[in-house]
């Protein structure tokens, strides 16, 4: 697999030109591994944690499933029960996560909350990553001309993964 030649942490909507090829052409040949029956499991051994309140958001599945097929193991944590909502523990709790994750993915936080969890923790904390936003169905064109297949999207999702989880 290519390597992705930045240091991302938050989302592709800050990526040159040259980066976004490089994130294409990484996405690429994850999609070709996988057709071609040989998926490579770069994140294997790595632990991500998924903060989203809904058992049943379509992002946080995407995520789930695109970290899992590069090797992830994924824990689902309600913002509820971590007491992410306590402004007074947020720091101690953020510090925790970071020690159990190798990254952490936001949904459903607010921008704030994101910031203050990324002040804290010490690992690439993403605010939903998985989102389908226009920067990464442009990416999903450069890879085969169209942007609303989900299979693109999620190679695009593991692409930037790879490119951001130490």
């Given at each position: 697999?290519?390597?992705?030649?930045?240091?991302?942490?938050?989302?592709?909507?800050?990526?040159?030109?040259?980066?976004?090829?490089?994130?294409?052409a990484t996405a690429l040949a994850f999609?070709?591994?996988?057709?071609?029956?040989?998926?490579?499991?770069?994140?294997?051994?790595?632990?991500?944690?998924?903060?989203?309140?809904?058992?049943?958001?379509?992002?946080?599945?995407l995520f789930e499933d695109?970290?899992?097929?590069?090797?992830?193991?994924?824990?689902r944590i309600r913002p509820s029960v971590a007491g992410l909502g306590n402004d007074a523990s947020l720091p101690q709790t953020a510090r925790m996560l970071g020690r159990l994750y190798n990254a952490i993915e936001c949904q459903g936080l607010t921008q704030q909350m994101v910031d203050r969890i990324r002040r804290h923790a010490g690992v690439p904390v993403y605010d939903a990553l998985s989102r389908d936003s226009p920067s990464h169905r442009a990416v999903a064109r450069m890879i085969d001309?169209?942007?609303?297949?989900?299979?693109?999207?999620?190679?695009?999702?593991?692409?930037?993964l790879v490119g951001s989880v130490p």
């Open positions: 697999m290519p390597t992705l030649p930045f240091d991302f942490h938050d989302n592709a909507d800050r990526l040159s030109d040259s980066q976004r090829r490089a994130l294409a999609k070709q591994a996988a057709q071609a029956g040989q998926t490579a499991r770069p994140l294997q051994g790595k632990n991500l944690g998924l903060i989203c309140e809904a058992d049943d958001a379509p992002d946080a599945a695109a970290a899992k097929a590069l090797g992830a193991h994924v824990v001309g169209q942007s609303d297949g989900a299979d693109t999207l999620v190679y695009v999702l593991q692409a930037l």
